[in-house]
């Protein structure tokens, strides 16, 4: 089984958080600055059966920056990366919500490519699910230099999104741990939820009804 372990970790230097990735010699993938834009859909039943088995089903349409389309139909005519994620899986092998005493969220991951975002939502659409949360980020993407073998494997992730900065750290447990400390963080602050989960608690201190975690556009 294809496991992901990953933390969010809240960034609120940026500028001083990618000093830091470039002291510790972080090059981002992707060509030039390496940011990438994403439209992220999230799909469900009508009763959110897939939520309630906490499962989640989503497609990611990723454009590099400078080239994102302005609108969530325009972007759905291009390939995405499709992906499930099952529940989180504890130390002890069981499933349910991740605690701070887990330190890490380890859940069931299956994703690839399909080369049409819309053809897909068509189908799932007869299969009885819709699209039930779409959130938009910028993500940029680093590793560590080979030289730095506790990282292998390691991906650093800068996201920009709606609601402020955050980095992720994918990998093993031990270079999660060592990064988010060289990168300035402790373990208390690791966050172990998604952006559904963070936008709603974002909205609910905001006293705002629940939406779509977009960014605002000048029409």
Known sequence: MAQ?????LRVKDAEGLRAALKGMGARALHGGTGRVH??????????????KREQLLRTRIETPDGQAPRRQDQAQQQ??????KGPVVT????????TINERHK???????RITDAASLAKILERLGMRPRFRYE?????????????WA?????????????TFVELEGRRKAIDRAAKELGFSKKDYILTNYLSLFAEDCRRRDKRQGDMLFHRRK
Request: charged letters at 35%; glycine letters at 6%.
């Open 4 to 8: 992901e372990i990953e933390i969010k």
């Open 38 to 51: 994403e439209w992220n859909t999230v799909f469900d039943t009508a009763r959110q059966d897939l939520r």
């Open 79 to 84: 390939p995405a990366l499709l992906t499930f």
């Open 91 to 98: 130390r002890a092998g069981r499933r349910g919500k991740a």
């Open 106 to 112: 380890v859940r069931e991951e299956i994703q690839f």
């Open 137 to 149: 980020k910028y993500r940029t993407t680093f590793r560590l230099p080979a030289a730095k073998r």
């Open 152 to 164: 292998k494997g390691l991906l650093i992730e800068l996201d920009e999104t709606p609601i402020g």
